[in-house]
């Protein structure tokens, strides 16, 4: 991979659980999930299902360029980060609409859905006419 990624910490390069990003993406999937957190691992050892690995392969087949200009399309919030999606970026759908997430290596072994949220906030406005009797007499612009 020609990006070099770096901690926030100096100069030290990005390690998950001692081992270098190159390391991770050299591996195959059974040994990377040995290093994932529990919920994530039993979602790969229990195999990952038609949806899942159309996903994965799609993100084989896709470069960091291609995905830049047309990012890939999930519906999958609980798709876990692998080291071999670093760099590419995916368009999550969150209820709504899909929104773009890059993939960073701090991510890996956290979900995709996790960097899209699904609430938005909300932004009350002033109360209407006929809202309620104790908003009868609020000044309207």
Do not use: C, W
Request: no cysteine; aromatic share 8%.
């Amino acid at each position: 991979m020609s990006t070099e990624y770096r901690t926030g910490r100096g100069d030290e390069e990005f390690t998950y659980r001692g081992y270098t990003l190159d390391e991770l993406q050299d591996m195959n999937l059974e040994e990377v999930a040995e290093l994932l957190p529990a919920r994530q691992r039993r979602t790969i050892k229990r195999g990952l299902d038609g949806e899942r690995q159309k996903l994965l392969d799609e993100a084989r087949s896709t470069t960091e360029e291609e995905s830049a200009q047309d990012p890939v399309r999930t519906h999958l919030r609980n798709m876990p980060i692998l080291p071999e999606f670093v760099g590419l970026t995916f368009a999550v759908h969150d209820g709504q609409e899909f929104n773009r997430v890059k993939v960073e290596p701090e991510m890996i072994g956290h979900y995709l859905g996790e960097f899209q949220l699904t609430r938005q906030t909300v932004e009350h406005g002033q109360a209407g006419i006929g809202a309620t009797r104790s908003s009868k007499f609020v000044p309207l612009k």
